[in-house]
T-cell receptor, first 111, second 112 residues
Framework: GEDVEQSLFLSVREGDSSVINCTYT??????LYWYKQEPGAGLQLLTY?????DMKQDQRLTVLLNKKDKHLSLRIADTQTGDSAIYFC???????????FGAGTQVVVTP | EPEVTQTPSHQVTQMGQEVILRCVPI?????FYWYRQILGQKVEFLVS????????KSEIFDDQFSVERPDGSNFTLKIRSTKLEDSAMYFC??????????FGPGTRLTVL
């Protein structure tokens, strides 16, 4: 079945770049997403990429997609303490609208 | 900026009781979803809803679950007879198309 995997934890120093990685198994994925969850809050849609693209940039966020290797990454430039959160990778799986999530990567930004 | 809202933020119930979790999607959205996250596990899809009917449901969404859009603004998830294993965070989401989903803050359901 479909599966989305992420590393569980990332520690980064303030001002450095963070790179969060995700792999997925479903080759029929049409869209891939990054969501952010701060403590006590819901899932905030950060960005998403269509599967026929290999890169998307949005201010400090850069998404890279390697469809051949089924690898998605999120780079956060100039990481700030407010970027500390859990980041979820998700893909559309085998049907529209049904998101398949990874377990989330806890990002801790240290001063 | 418009947001999806959910009530209550925390619901405690006894096993076997019925609960209704409420969501107010973003006003011009047409697609509605429920997901849940059991503590320590991944966020799981439950059901999608469009044009006043269920588009897709997961195997988790069995006969004890139902969804309804009782009026133009609310979207509800009913669990008829709660079990201990229904304890989870339940997220509602909505979107203008199936491309993007905007999530609410969640309702934490605790079944005792």
């Amino acid at each position: 079945g479909e599966d989305v995997e992420q590393s569980l934890f990332l520690s980064v120093r303030e001002g450095d770049s963070s790179v969060i990685n995700c792999t997925y198994t479903d080759s029929s994925s049409t869209y891939l997403y990054w969501y952010k969850q701060e403590p006590g809050a819901g899932l905030q849609l950060l960005t998403y990429i269509f599967s026929n693209m290999d890169m998307k940039q949005d201010q400090r966020l850069t998404v890279l997609l390697n469809k051949k290797d089924k690898h998605l990454s999120l780079r956060i430039a100039d990481t700030q303490t407010g970027d500390s959160a859990i980041y979820f990778c998700a893909e559309t799986g085998d049907s529209w609208g049904k998101l398949q999530f990874g377990a989330g990567t806890q990002v801790v930004v240290t001063p | 900026e418009p947001e999806v809202t959910q009530t209550p933020s925390h619901q405690v119930t006894q096993m076997g009781q019925e609960v209704i979790l409420r969501c107010v999607p973003i006003s011009n959205h047409l697609y509605f979803y429920w997901y849940r996250q059991i503590l320590g596990q991944k966020v799981e899809f439950l059901v999608s809803f469009y044009n006043n009917e269920i588009s897709e449901k997961s195997e988790i969404f069995d006969d004890q679950f139902s969804v309804e859009r009782p009026d133009g603004s609310n979207f509800t998830l009913k669990i008829r007879s709660t079990k201990l294993e229904d304890s989870a965070m339940y997220f509602c989401a909505s979107g203008t198309s199936t491309d993007t989903q905007y999530f609410g803050p969640g309702t934490r359901l605790t079944v005792l």
